[in-house]
């Protein structure tokens, strides 16, 4: 039975059925498989609950952990909590949209405000000026058509400090990564160059803040010696979007998630596949990477010169809807994470895949939450060895998926979004 991270918060029976919250609490998921919602142009409330400043577009999903913490939020919140969110326009869904214009979208059961203030894809990490930067002057720019609201709630340091010093209001403030995440030697943020900078803001700000939520177990540690109040939470799943199956469709299919970036590592990904292969070439396995980024180019490029049958069994299937990404997790056998420690906070892509059933192959430092019991539910590779890993997805394969979906069981969004919500602030 898999230890509840916050069973403090419930009674002595605390397992969770993860078929009985996927099929009773699955309610209406249009908002994440209409490419062109229907906008309402709506100014919001003079006075919101929770105002959240974030490079995110309510009318288009593009990957990354963060967008998909605010959308959770947003869904699973309690009922009278009202959103309004500062973001950009990623381009391509909403007709005639303009900046500075505040649009009334649907999150699930709940109406929420939008108001786009700068054009951006949050997805595209091809930047000379940070999206954050952007964002912060799109925030400055149309400070005065906000609505007042109990907090501003913000997910980077940056962002935050500059909505807590423009809008003055108390900040609850999200932490993402590891302590260092964004500023060590393997990072894609431009704060790696910067990483004083960086900790000294982040230290302001984990001791001015409301309410501070930190996705790291370590991190919450130390942030507790600067706020007290400071809290750790894990990351969750959304049991409506989960697809579990006791049985994989393709058992010998490997699917590896997440943005194509140095941080994560696909590259390793390709050659333990490759390694893979070349021990097994008799049998099925297949390899399915899922999402885009910067490094995208050299990964096809690497896929076209593995040897052909090698190659062709290798897709780099882009960007996908997040039902498309929970079919296929479901569909496949073997889920794997190629990480650089250091990095992670709390990988809600490892969450999800576990709860979609799926033993689990990671590099050190990958699962900071450390749900992955070798032998049990997957498998951690301590060097960053293709040939070790390799042989971990071959092991992994056998694994029953029912010991995987039960360690992600008491990961489920609602009761931990209820926890966040209705912290202070």
């Known amino acids: 039975m898999p230890t509840d991270p916050i069973a403090r918060d419930r009674g002595p029976d605390h397992t969770l059925d993860l078929e009985v919250l996927v099929t009773e609490t699955r309610p209406d998921i249009s908002f994440l498989e209409d490419?062109?919602?229907a906008v309402v142009r709506a100014a919001p409330p003079d006075v919101v609950d929770r105002l959240v400043v974030h490079q995110i577009d309510l009318a288009r999903q593009s990957p990354g952990g963060i967008e998909t913490c605010i959308r959770g939020l947003v869904r699973h919140a309690p009922a009278d909590v009202t959103f309004a969110i500062v973001g950009v326009d990623a381009g391509g869904v909403v007709e005639d949209r303009r900046l500075g214009q505040w649009e009334q979208h649907r999150v699930g059961e709940r109406v929420v405000w939008f108001l786009p203030v700068v054009r951006l894809d949050p997805g595209d990490q091809r930047r000379r000026v940070p999206h954050s930067v952007r964002l912060a002057a799109g925030l400055v720019r149309y400070r005065h058509a906000l609505p007042a609201s109990t907090v501003v709630q913000a997910h980077r340091a940056d962002v935050a400090a500059v909505a807590a010093r423009v809008l003055r209001r108390p900040l609850a403030y999200f932490v993402h990564t590891q302590e260092h995440g964004l500023t060590g030697a393997?990072?894609?943020?431009?704060?790696?160059?910067?990483?004083?900078?960086h900790a000294r803001v982040e230290h302001k700000l984990l001791r001015d803040a409301h309410s501070v939520v930190v996705f790291n177990p370590d991190f919450a540690e130390t942030a507790q010696t600067i706020n007290p109040d400071a809290m750790f939470s894990p990351t969750w799943f959304d049991p409506t979007l989960v697809r579990y199956r006791a049985q994989a469709l393709h058992p010998q299919r490997v699917i590896w998630v997440g943005r194509l970036e140095q941080p994560k590592d696909p590259a390793l990904a390709i050659e333990s596949f490759r390694r893979l292969l070349e021990s097994a070439p008799d049998q099925d396995w297949t390899l399915d990477v899922v999402g885009t980024g910067t490094q995208l180019p050299d990964l096809e490029r690497a896929v076209a010169e593995l040897p052909t049958e090698v190659g062709r069994r290798v897709r780099l299937l882009g960007r996908l809807a997040p039902e498309e990404v929970a079919t296929a997790m479901a569909d496949a056998g073997v889920f794997l994470m190629t990480s650089h420690p250091g990095y992670e906070g709390f990988p809600r892509v490892l969450v999800e895949a576990m709860a979609s059933g799926l033993p689990a192959?990671?590099?050190?430092?990958?699962?900071?939450?450390?749900?992955?019991?070798?032998?049990?539910?997957g498998y951690v590779v301590t060097e960053r060895n293709p040939d070790d890993l390799a042989h971990a997805i071959s092991e992994a394969s056998v694994l029953h998926r029912s010991a995987a979906r039960d360690?992600?069981?008491?990961?489920?969004?609602?009761?931990?979004?209820?926890?966040?919500?209705?912290?202070?602030g």
Do not use: Q
């Open 407 to 424: 360690t992600a069981s008491v990961y489920a969004a609602p009761r931990l979004v209820a926890r966040i919500v209705g912290a202070p």
């Open 35 to 37: 490419d062109e919602p």
């Open 186 to 197: 393997t990072s894609d943020s431009f704060w790696r160059k910067a990483g004083s900078v």
């Open 361 to 377: 192959v990671v590099t050190d430092g990958s699962d900071t939450g450390s749900l992955v019991r070798p032998g049990h539910n």
